[in-house]
């Protein structure tokens, strides 16, 4: 079956320095990758998607690129904020509806 | 646009004693999805609905969930008789079809401690 591996469970970084969320996946289909972004005590909320090979997508400062050889579709920012720390999810979907998250990764901006 | 609303936010409950969570999607949202949170884990699906039809409820411990959503709008999550291990968050969600790009709206969740 399909499956998402989020190598950190815990990210800790300093304001201003950059920002790499790792995310790996296993399917036998052509997949939609998502980034998921988790505010304290709010719903988790579309950051990021893909399906296109090679092609870096960007929202709100962050961005990832899905390269299908090596199947990752890491986060990045070049700057982190005290505002970016959250929990972020990497998701799958390879046909339907069916979304499978990976474990998640916290990360926390300290000033 | 209102959210995807879910009730209660919070519940504690003895082993054995019985709960149910209420959802109500975004108007026109035909997907439901209910997710399983546990504590410091990503959300793992539970069952999804397209309108009242369950298509995919294969996680669901059928033995002691239940889910249905009668009119293709609500939905409800019953758990009959809670074990330690259900303690978790428990999240729904809606999008407006069943293909692979579409976004997932999440609610805030239901947070069960089963002591």
């Known amino acids: 079956g399909d499956s998402v591996t989020q190598t950190e469970g815990l990210v800790t970084l300093t304001k201003g320095l950059p920002v790499m969320l790792n995310c790996t996946y296993q399917t036998t289909y052509s997949p939609f990758l998502f980034w998921y972004v988790q505010h304290l005590n709010e719903a988790p909320k579309l950051l990021l998607k893909?399906?296109?090979?090679?092609k870096r997508t960007e929202h709100q400062g962050f961005y990832a690129t899905l390269h299908k050889s090596s199947s990752s579709f890491h986060l990045q920012k070049s700057s982190a904020q005290l505002s970016d720390s959250a929990l972020y999810y990497c998701?799958?979907?390879?046909?339907?509806?069916?979304?499978?998250f990976g474990g998640g990764t916290r990360l926390t901006v300290r000033p | 646009e209102a959210g995807v609303t879910q009730s209660p936010r919070y519940a504690v409950l003895q082993e054995g004693q019985a709960v149910s969570f209420w959802c109500d999607p975004i108007s026109g949202h035909d997907t439901l999805y209910w997710y399983q949170q546990p504590r410091d884990q990503g959300p793992q699906l539970l069952v999804y609905?397209?309108?009242?039809?369950?298509?995919?409820n294969s996680q669901l411990p059928s033995d002691r969930f239940s889910a249905v959503r009668p009119k293709g709008t609500n939905s409800t999550l019953k758990i009959q008789s809670a074990k330690q291990g259900d303690t978790a968050t428990y999240l729904c969600?809606?999008?407006?079809?069943?293909?692979?790009?579409?976004?997932?709206?999440f609610g805030h969740g239901t947070k069960l401690s089963v002591l």
């Open positions: 969600a809606s999008s407006p079809g069943t293909i692979s790009n579409e976004r997932l709206f």
């Open positions: 893909s399906s296109t090979d090679n």
């Open positions: 609905f397209r309108d009242e039809a369950v298509i995919d």
């Open positions: 998701a799958l979907n390879n046909a339907g509806a069916k979304l499978t």
